[in-house]
């Protein structure tokens, strides 16, 4: 019997089992032999490692493959127990499953999420180091978010996640694409904007219904190789669940919009956020609760409410300005918010930026 599964030989205790993860910066396998001096009884393992004749050893061809179906079954395949919705994309996820979440905690179904705000489990939000943290960890969510009555789990799945196999050990209900822009190439991220797409690609691998955005020029190279079955929305005729008459609304100390969803649902929209992409934020929010039978006036009334955190986000200060906080954090989602704003004709626009750490000098030029 196993007592947990540890991939830093630091948190190694007796009885536990030692997978060796290659990472940018440092190689497990360097430390399989630490873990062992601490009790680890096994060592999963890729390259061969001289250890001790007692320990068991297991050599796979990816150890990080091999940990998310490890922690899948460890934690007792939680993800059997909920319903599972997993985006990918460059831009807006964080706010998409807000949305989704708020819109199903209203329709009654306790939702757990995983993404950049954290793990949230009803009131409790534990920290992560990554968008999507390790699978050990997502499984780990996943069976507490089972334990205290979730019925379904929003994560969000980045581009590096889905290619260090994060993401893996289970099939999602729903794999959702929101949109696709160079962001992420360099460094120890990818080493080509056509292996950032080909990562994207491989939830719809993962998925028993992809849900993707149809006006993005990317989208068919996302499903190329898909094996689920596909649903579409946006705001070009072609898409099976569309938004039109898009109306802007700017009032003191609101700025926002509404907007007509036709196809696959009709109903009238209205959104407390501004820009084109606060409308396929919420209309990629109603393709996926859609499917959950949330009632249209709960539906209506949560995206009217809906806000969150760091993402345009107005702050009340005064009556002669309006200010938000967005978490742009590259050139690109900057230039979209100031061209979002702009189209509602400010008196005057003042930007106040900067750059987190740790990222390519690229980004900061491009800002």
Not at 125 to 151: H, L
Not at 307 to 313: A, D, F, P, Q, Y
Request: aromatic share 6%; glycine share 8%; net charge neutral.
């Amino acid at each position: 019997p196993i007592t947990d599964i540890v991939y830093d030989s630091r948190k190694a205790a007796k009885g536990c089992v030692f997978v060796c993860l290659k990472g940018h910066e440092a190689d497990g396998h360097k430390f399989a032999a630490s873990a062992v001096k601490q009790g680890a009884c096994a060592v999963v393992l890729s390259d061969p490692v001289d250890l001790p004749d007692h320990v068991t050893v297991v050599r796979v061809q990816d150890t990080r493959q091999a940990l998310a179906f490890m922690s899948a079954a460890f934690f007792g395949h939680p993800a059997n127990s909920l319903q599972t919705i997993a985006l990918t994309g460059t831009k807006g996820k964080t706010t998409t499953v807000s949305m989704i979440r708020s819109i199903l905690e209203a329709g009654g179904i306790k939702t757990g999420t995983i993404g950049t705000l954290g793990i949230v489990i009803g009131d409790q939000v534990y920290k992560t180091n990554n968008t999507t943290p390790e699978s050990y960890e997502i499984q780990r969510a996943m069976r507490k978010m089972v334990d205290q009555g979730c019925k379904c789990m929003v994560i969000e799945a980045s581009s590096l996640g889905l290619k260090w196999h994060r993401t893996d050990g289970l099939t999602y209900d729903f794999g959702v694409f929101t949109n696709f822009s160079p962001d992420h190439i360099g460094g120890a991220e990818h080493a080509t904007l056509e292996e950032y797409l080909a990562c994207k690609s491989l939830l719809f691998r993962q998925c028993k219904t992809g849900i993707v955005n149809a006006d993005d020029k990317h989208t068919a190279e996302v499903i190329k190789n898909a094996t689920c079955e596909i649903e579409t929305y946006g705001l070009s005729e072609k898409a099976q669940l569309r938004a039109c008459d898009i109306c802007l609304k700017h009032e003191r100390g609101t700025v926002g919009l509404t907007y007509r969803c036709t196809g696959a649902l009709d109903m009238d929209v209205a959104l407390n956020l501004p820009g084109k992409f606060s409308v396929y934020n919420s209309l990629c929010a109603i393709a996926v609760t859609r499917h959950f039978q949330v009632p249209q006036e709960t539906l209506k009334k949560t995206l009217a409410e809906v806000k969150v955190k760091g993402r345009i986000e107005l702050v009340k200060v005064s009556d002669e300005f309006s200010l938000m906080i967005d978490y742009a954090h590259n050139a690109m989602s900057l230039k979209s918010i100031l061209e979002t704003l702009k189209e509602y004709d400010p008196h005057r626009l003042v930007c106040v930026f900067g750059c987190g750490g740790n990222r390519s000098k690229e980004r900061r030029f491009e800002m």
